[in-house]
């Protein structure tokens, strides 16, 4: 590897393979380090320049996007969904997840092993970049599923183009995508050197919780069956496993707050990362059972505010080093099975950056903090190419956000085909309103300066919410280190 494109992965600069030409005019940019008013000019996809007046030294002809009084972000990267194909697509797909996430201003997604078959080998891999292709509207990677049997191949596939890496389900799965015992786990650990990501319960703590459940149990109970337990005694396992083996580990979606004080407790530095999910952050135990019912189940559970409030000060001190959404979708009718038949899974990769900004204006987070957990985090767990803050040099993915879109979230503004979400109704603190992928706009809400929508002309409902892409699915693949 040259030592220009080195660098240029360190920094997040690399040039891709083509791009539109555009300017993004008077709006605020949102950075890792501050707020700034600021012009950005993209010529071929990669940012050419930044800062006031920019957008005069473009050419005359090239497109405006007006931002005028509205914020800026990077394009983001949500770490971990679940878009279902192959094989459950009734629930969504790679071109409706696609495009929730393109909606949210999620520039790119890391997609889950368990699907129906399951991706676990290359040939699976393969198949889900080939539907990906032309179809994702949002840059795509997805998960190969650690098992007994392929333990000791992952370390040769981890590096696969479009691999986002290994995950491990140490409890909580289907068919053979489980790992529930050490000495499997081990092995898995010690092949490859890329970051293995890891849903962390205790599989046989979970089968002895379940079979004692009594007949007519209601959702409410769910954080008590998956209790603290479950959660700490794979934790300790797997952060035993990676200070012995030597092997870097992502926590995905931490529930506990037991579970962050044992990381700062451990204090194993870049070998343990952290990674939090909007519904653990602000959906809150027993009250959001009683009012959303299955829809608030997930794995791990929503637990109390007691957990949320150290989950949130994780957040906000650095301890979480990035948000994915678990983005899960079911559709009305599974939901509405009785507990614990019914399916654990929320849909949220839309509705993660609007979450975000009410921590910001109810001031638990900062601006910054957004871009740090929802770009810098994954680029560092990952090892993701070309992904950044804007900055000359950088891919041109971008997120325009009006703050004036406030009120409660609309339903017909969401697009996953799980049709809900506890999130309906929540007051939002801004709303994203055109997303640019490599310098063209690929996603937009009508009426990007706000004026109709300022002046209470839009009356259908979700006006000033509901978008639509513009032009085709433009998702490419994402690239990684190595």
């Known amino acids: ?14 040039q891709p393979q083509g791009g539109g030409d555009l300017v993004i005019v008077g709006g605020s940019i ?26 005069r030294l473009a050419p005359v002809n090239t497109e405006r996007l007006d931002a005028a009084g509205c914020l800026v972000f990077p394009g983001l990267v949500d770490p971990q969904v679940h878009f279902r194909e192959p094989g459950l697509t009734h629930k969504e797909d790679l071109a409706s997840g696609g495009l929730c996430a393109i909606a949210g201003g999620m520039t790119g997604f890391m997609e889950m092993p368990n699907t129906n078959p399951l991706t676990i080998d290359p040939a699976q891999l393969a198949d889900k970049l080939q539907r990906a292709s032309g179809r994702s509207p949002s840059d795509f990677a997805f998960f ?3 098992t007994a049997e392929n333990a000791d191949q992952l370390g040769e596939w981890e590096t696969l183009p479009g691999c986002a890496g290994v995950k491990v389900f140490m409890g909580s799965s289907t068919g053979n995508l489980l790992v529930p015992d050490d000495a499997t786990l081990e092995r898995v650990l010690r092949s490859g050197k890329r970051r293995v990501t890891v849903h962390s319960e205790d599989d046989p703590r979970l089968k002895e919780r379940y079979a004692a459940i009594a007949p007519g149990t209601h959702v409410r109970e769910h954080h008590h069956i998956r209790d603290v337990e479950c959660a700490m005694r794979a934790t300790r396992r797997l952060l035993h496993l990676a ?26 530095g870049d070998l343990v990362t952290v990674e939090l999910t909007p ?3 602000f959906l809150v135990a027993p009250e959001c059972y009683d009012v959303h019912g299955s829809w608030a189940q997930m794995n791990p559970p929503v637990r109390d505010a007691r957990h ?13 080093t990035c948000i994915g959404s678990d983005h899960a979708p079911h559709t009305r009718d599974e939901k509405a099975k009785p507990f614990p038949t019914c399916p654990a899974g929320i849909a949220g990769v839309q509705t993660t950056l609007p979450l975000l900004l009410t921590a910001v204006r ?8 957004i871009v740090r957990l929802c770009l810098l985090g994954p680029r560092r767990v990952y090892g993701l190419v070309g992904r950044g803050p804007l900055a000359p040099g950088v891919e041109g993915h971008a997120i325009v956000v009006d703050p004036r879109r406030t009120g409660p979230l609309p339903l017909e503004a969401l697009h996953s085909r799980a049709g809900y979400s506890p999130f309906v109704g929540v007051e939002l603190a801004g709303w994203p309103i055109a997303t640019v992928l490599r310098g063209e706009v690929v996603y937009r809400v009508p009426d990007t300066t706000t004026r109709a929508h300022d002046a ?11 978008g639509a892409l513009v032009g085709p699915a433009r998702g490419r693949m994402l690239v990684f280190e190595g």
Do not use: C
Not at 7 to 14: D, E, Q
């Open 1 to 14: 590897m040259s030592g220009d494109i080195s660098a240029a992965r360190k920094s997040g600069r690399v």
């Open 30 to 55: 949102v950075s890792a380090y501050g707020v700034s008013l600021a012009d950005v000019w993209i010529e071929g996809g990669i940012v050419r320049a930044m800062g006031p007046d920019v957008a």
């Open 144 to 146: 190969i599923g650690a």
């Open 243 to 268: 200070e012995r083996t030597g092997r870097p580990v992502h926590l995905l979606h931490v529930s506990t707050a037991e579970e962050i004080e044992l990381v700062r407790e451990r204090d194993l």
């Open 279 to 281: 519904n653990h952050l």
């Open 308 to 320: 949320r409030d150290v989950l949130r000060q994780a957040a906000a001190d650095g301890t979480a």
């Open 362 to 369: 109810d001031g638990w987070l900062q601006m910054t903090d």
């Open 456 to 466: 209470g002309a839009a009356t259908a409902p979700g006006a000033g919410f509901v």
